[in-house]
């Protein structure tokens, strides 16, 4: 505490003269009318510079934040089973289905984005089983769309494949989805890009309680 004193004081008392002193004064009133002539002739390509450069800074920023196109995320939210009925005879398995799906589809980019219409599909073991179209739309820009659709597993898609009886059997069936939506997003309005957006999903279909488990986007 004493030691801090001591070496507080003598720094003191300058500061006070400093203030007080005629000297400074001069300093700040009579330098400024004749040497800011002076001082922007040789410093004001420095100031244009660096106005430049911040203005750089700022374009750099806002093409990389707002003009970097990226891919909406396309992902399933949930999957219910309306309707399921199935005979799991090991010469004709057979089976129908309507699974009610809600996708998300995400928009990240400052713009909208103008998807074209493609099918969502449902797979067994690499099979198209079920598929329906989703239409064309648009996402606003940084917005969320949601995709709600119903696809029927028809009887006649599932009719002799492989592992369906020893499947039926175990309760389960696993099934994968898969879209994909190409469209264009608009960046300012006056910057197009092509985007594709990706939904791949898998999913296991309880038989007996039916329940859609285990949904996974990849
Ligand atoms: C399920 O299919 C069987 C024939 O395979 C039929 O008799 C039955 O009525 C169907 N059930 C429903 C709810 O449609
Ligand atoms: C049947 O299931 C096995 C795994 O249990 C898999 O390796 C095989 O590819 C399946 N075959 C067909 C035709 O789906
Ligand atoms: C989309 O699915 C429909 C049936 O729902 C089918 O007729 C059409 O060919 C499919 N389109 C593509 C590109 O696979
Ligand atoms: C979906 O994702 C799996 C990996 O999770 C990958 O093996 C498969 O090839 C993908 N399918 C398509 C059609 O891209």
């Given at each position: 505490m004493s030691a801090e004193n001591h070496q507080t004081r003598p720094l003191a008392p300058p500061k006070i003269y400093g203030r007080s002193d005629e000297e400074l004064v001069p300093v700040f009133k009579p330098r400024p009318p004749s040497s800011s002539r002076g001082r922007c002739s040789s410093k004001c390509p420095v100031y244009f510079l660096a106005v430049v450069v911040v203005l750089a800074a700022i374009a750099l920023v806002f093409s990389m934040i707002v003009l970097r196109p990226a891919n909406p995320e396309f992902a399933l939210r949930d999957v219910s089973v309306k309707f399921l009925n199935y005979t799991s005879d090991d010469q004709a398995p057979w089976l129908s289905a309507r699974l009610a799906v809600r996708a998300t589809l995400k928009n990240p980019n400052f713009g909208p984005f103008e998807f074209k219409s493609s099918n969502l599909t449902v797979s067994y073991y690499g099979t198209v089983v079920g598929e329906k179209a989703l239409g064309d739309g648009t996402v606003w820009s940084r917005e969320t769309r949601h995709v709600d659709v119903t696809v029927a597993v028809g009887p006649s898609r599932v009719?002799?494949?492989?592992n369906l009886s020893s499947d039926m059997g175990g309760k389960v069936l696993e099934l994968t989805s898969y879209a994909k939506l190409s469209g264009r997003v608009h960046l300012i309005k006056i910057v197009k890009r092509r985007l594709t957006s990706v939904l791949n999903c898998t999913m296991s279909v309880g038989l007996s309680n039916r329940r859609v488990q285990d949904l996974k986007c990849r």
């Open positions: 009719a002799y494949l492989k």
